[in-house]
Nanobody, 122 residues
Framework: QVQLVESGGGLVQAGGSLRLSCAAS????????MSWYRQAPGKQRELVAG???????NYSDSVTGRFTISRDNAKNTVYLQMNSLEPEDTAVYYC????????????????WGKGTLVTVSL
């Protein structure tokens, strides 16, 4: 199957920056759209940003102008550059990928990483 592993989370002061990475590995046939979601304590998981295989991006209103999503198709990796971080950005950030595996090449599935914690302090 396909595994997603996030990295790059941590503690940062308000106004600072972090860069998250998410690498897909395993029996990959093809990785399609990739996205970042986040879930703050006591809140529902929400979409932060997404990017298609061709590079088309979309962002939530709350991060537009501050976050940038990008990907490297050769490495099956997606990135999230987060600038001007605010305490409200504190959450566990999850990577999502729509992919097909070599095990089931005719079946497209949603895959999730285990998440990486981002904490923004005042």
């Amino acid at each position: 199957q396909v595994q997603l592993v996030e990295s790059g989370g941590g503690l940062v002061q308000a106004g600072g920056s972090l860069r998250l990475s998410c690498a897909a590995s395993g029996s990959i046939f093809r990785v399609g759209s990739m996205s970042w979601y986040r879930q703050a304590p006591g809140k529902q998981r929400e979409l932060v940003a997404g990017i298609t295989r061709g590079g088309t991006t979309n962002y939530s209103d709350s991060v537009t102008g501050r976050f940038t999503i990008s990907r490297d198709n050769a490495k099956n990796t997606v990135y999230l550059q987060m600038n001007s971080l605010e305490p409200e950005d504190t959450a566990v950030y999850y990577c999502n990928a729509v992919a097909t595996s070599l095990v089931t090449p005719l079946k497209t599935m949603d895959y999730w990483g285990k998440g990486t914690l981002v904490t923004v302090s005042l």
